[in-house]
């Protein structure tokens, strides 16, 4: 059965709209990650040196929990959807950085985080599709 063009226009917006909300609950997943690593770091049970590590493993269990959020609520495609909150979890992380620091500088540890992001979001959309329904002759 062929979908019309409203229904697919109402499935796009629908998806757009749980890419952003997964988004947002990415970033708040990130920011308490680095929150309790913070807090760690301070009573000494984590060392300094490792914070590029830390910031990275916050980029990954942040889109995957927004990306599993968001491949959840939108049926089809989990995969370009896990995507695609990664991707807009680390524009908003790239124009927080813009807005606090003033400079984008990529090669100062952006390539990492983008990939983090990126593979978070990927992983969620890997383990949010839902089998094919085997059909019957």
């Known amino acids: ?3 019309t063009d409203e229904e697919q ?4 917006l629908r998806c757009v709209t749980q890419v952003l909300l997964g988004a947002v ?3 708040l997943v990130s920011l308490l990650f680095l929150l309790a690593c913070a807090v ?5 049970h984590l060392s300094q040196d490792h914070t590029g590590v830390y910031s990275v493993c916050a980029c990954v269990l942040g889109s995957l929990v927004g990306g599993t959020a968001a491949v959840s609520r ?3 495609r989990p995969l370009v959807v896990g995507l695609l909150t990664g991707l807009v979890l680390f ?3 790239l124009t927080i950085g813009l807005l606090l620091y003033q400079s984008v500088a990529i090669e100062e540890g952006g390539v990492p985080l983008g990939c983090g992001c990126l ?3 990927a992983l969620a959309g890997l383990l949010g599709a839902r089998p094919k329904k085997k059909r019957r002759k």
């Open 1 to 3: 059965m062929r979908k």
């Open 9 to 12: 226009g109402a499935w796009a």
């Open 25 to 27: 609950a990415a970033v």
């Open 40 to 44: 760690l770091i301070s009573s000494g």
């Open 74 to 76: 939108c049926k089809g």
């Open 91 to 93: 524009l908003i992380l």
């Open 119 to 121: 593979c978070g979001g």
